[in-house]
Nanobody, 119 residues
Framework: QVQLVESGGGSVQAGGSLRLSCAAS?????MGWFRQAPGKEREWVAG????????FYADSVTGRFTISQDNAKSILFLQMNSLKPEDTAMYYC???????????????WGQGTQVTVSS
């Protein structure tokens, strides 16, 4: 089974940027990012079809976040700009086999990396 290890989380002030990374031990058609804030349900943030490199985003992050993958397709990134306090959450890398543009397309998640945005 694929292993996912996230990194890059941290604390930043509102308006700042962070880049998250996810090292994957295997290949998957879908790779994406989810987040979960305290007391809230897990939320899909962005998804990528690794064959076409087509990316999809939640409305809440469109225009601010960018999902990408390195050429070797072993590392997934999430560039987060113009961060807001409401972006504070644990961020999880995820993989799946189909419907990469939908939350239900994912069936395995990493352990997560914490992002905290202060106002």
């Amino acid at each position: 089974q694929v292993q996912l290890v996230e990194s890059g989380g941290g604390s930043v002030q509102a308006g700042g940027s962070l880049r998250l990374s996810c090292a994957a031990s295997g290949s998957s058609r879908c790779m994406g990012w989810f987040r979960q804030a305290p007391g809230k349900e897990r939320e899909w943030v962005a998804g990528l079809y690794t064959d076409s490199r087509r990316a999809f985003y939640a409305d809440s992050v469109t225009g601010r976040f960018t999902i990408s993958q390195d050429n070797a397709k072993s590392i997934l990134f999430l560039q987060m700009n113009s961060l807001k306090p409401e972006d504070t959450a644990m961020y999880y890398c995820a993989v799946g086999r189909t419907f990469c543009h939908l939350p239900r397309g994912y069936d395995f998640w990493g352990q997560g990396t914490q992002v905290t945005v202060s106002s």
